[in-house]
């Protein structure tokens, strides 16, 4: 049974940092491609940053390109996403999601896409 498991949220003020872990079982990163997402109250789910399966190519949306970054530890089968300089509109609940397709590139997350996802983890960034 696949399963991913976030953490690492919390409450932060303007600026400063978080780190998410996604813990994997069930499955190995070496065939997926991963993708972090979030979702804002009253909005629809966004994704923010992936990783590819073979190569580790990487893609950020525009809104955290800079400011977040995305990394895995195969032997961990984590999937990791930094966050710093911390803004109010980065509050949401992020979500990690595994794409089992072997050729896929690291493109703009799609939700359509993921099949496999893990339960969130808040953020709220506030003084």
């Known amino acids: 049974q696949l399963q991913l498991v976030e953490s690492g949220g919390g409450l932060v003020p303007p600026g400063g940092s978080l780190r998410l872990s996604c813990a994997c079982s069930?499955?190995?990163?070496?065939?997926?491609?991963m993708g972090w997402f979030r979702q804002a109250p009253g909005k629809e789910r966004e994704g923010i940053s992936c990783?590819?399966?073979?190569?580790?190519?990487?893609y950020y949306a525009d809104s955290v390109k800079g400011r977040f970054t995305i990394s895995k530890d195969n032997a961990k089968n984590t999937v990791y996403l930094q966050m710093n300089d911390l803004k109010p509109e980065d509050t949401a609940v992020y979500y990690c999601?595994?794409?089992?397709?072997?050729?896929?590139?690291?493109?703009?997350?799609?939700?359509?896409?993921?099949?496999?996802w893990g339960q969130g983890t808040q953020v709220t960034v506030s003084s």
């Open positions: 999601a595994a794409d089992w397709n072997p050729f896929a590139p690291a493109t703009m997350p799609l939700v359509s896409e993921y099949a496999y």
């Open positions: 069930g499955f190995t990163l070496d065939y997926f491609r």
């Open positions: 990783i590819s399966r073979n190569d580790n190519n990487t």
